[in-house]
Each structure stands twice: as C-alpha cells, then as structure tokens.
C-alpha cells in the first residue's frame, strides 16, 4: 500500500512538473513606431487645412503563453503604447498625447522544441486597438476601437530553468481611427521590444 502511495505521489509530481514547463508569463518594454501614419485632416472656419498623424513612443506590454505542443504554443496579451496625435497646419505643429491601449491573441511556430535553452519563433495572429484622443481617459468610455491582424518574429532564451528572457519584433495593421478627419488606409505599428519573464 505504502508503494502503491509513494508511486502514485512520484506520477502525480512527475505530471505537475510536466505541466509546470508550458506556461510563461512575461512583461516587455520598447519602442512603438507609426507608420502609414496619416489620419486625414480637417478644414476650419476660415479654410485652413490642419494634417493629423499618429506619432510613435514607448510601448510596455504583458504576454501569457502556453505552449500546447512542442514546436506550438497561444499567446494572450495587453499592451500600453504611450503614442500621440500630432496636428499640422502649414509650418506650425502640436501634439497631444494619444494613449492606446492593445489586447491580442497569436499563434506561435517554434524552430526548436519545448525545453530547449534558446526558441527562434514566427508568430501571427488579431489584435483590438482602442485609440483615446486628447482629453479623453480609459474610464470615460469615448475611446476609438479597431481591429486588425499582426505577424512577426521573436527569441526566447532561458536564463535559469524558471526566468527566461524574450525579444519581439512585430507588425500589427489596424484601421484608422476616425476623429472627424475620414482617414484612409490601415495603420501600421512595428513593435521592437525585449522582455523579461519565468515558465511555470
């Protein structure tokens, strides 16, 4: 009976451990670049053209990952990009900050399996963009939301058998969002980031 205990105790241990190895949670800073940027323009009273962009900044994000297969893995994430609206009237300018906030799913391929201490990975997958134009906040409901597809490229690399290390480089196209000013087009933002997080 002891045995019998002892051996079901080491399976159960041995299948946690097992388990243990295919999530990651992780946290990543870095650089948020607009491009395609334009979000049309608007006439005032007295006929002058007024150009509106979207500007790049930093972006920080949160990703969790499980890893169901041993070369596949799904990834959930949100991210903050600290980005701003820049208005253009002939050669004067002013900008705004521009909050987006980023919630994501993507599917990973990767070219080395589970376990191993370095993981080069492709990845694509749909994210949401919720765009807050100046003077607005996350609370007051009045955000600007669109959707759209992203792929990219990254690297995961162990550090410990627990902490673990990552870099990311990904494109994600969105619809423009539209503050009075009929933008065209999509909106492309090339995240370059390195990250930090631990397997469980």
């Not at 002891?2 to 650089?31: D, P, T």
């Not at 900050?97 to 990973?108: A, E, I, K, S």
């Not at 597809?149 to 990552?166: E, P």
């Amino acid at each position: 009976m002891r045995r019998s205990v002892m051996a079901v105790l080491l399976l159960a241990g041995s299948a946690i451990s097992a388990f243990a190895q295919l999530g990651e949670i992780s946290v990543s800073g870095g650089y948020s670049h607009f491009r395609n940027n334009s979000l049309g323009s608007f006439v005032d009273t007295a006929g002058n053209v007024t150009n509106v962009t979207a500007e790049s900044n930093f972006r920080i994000g949160f990703r969790f990952t499980i890893n169901s297969w041993r070369f596949m893995g799904h990834e959930i994430g949100y991210a903050y990009n600290h980005g701003s609206l820049k208005e253009t009237a002939g050669s004067a300018s002013v900008s705004y900050g521009m909050p987006v906030h980023q919630g994501m799913y993507n599917f990973l391929v990767y070219a080395t399996p589970e376990g191993a201490p370095i993981r080069p990975f492709a990845t694509g997958g749909v994210q949401f963009s919720t765009f807050y134009p100046p003077g607005s906040c996350v609370f007051c409901g009045n955000g600007t939301t669109k959707f759209g597809f992203n792929y990219g490229a990254g690297l995961k690399f162990r550090i410990t058998s627990t902490f673990l290390g990552r870099l990311d480089v990904r494109d994600y196209a969105t619809g423009k969002p539209d503050f009075g000013t009929s933008p065209q087009g999509w909106l492309h933002q090339l995240e370059v980031s390195a990250g930090f997080g631990f397997a469980f």
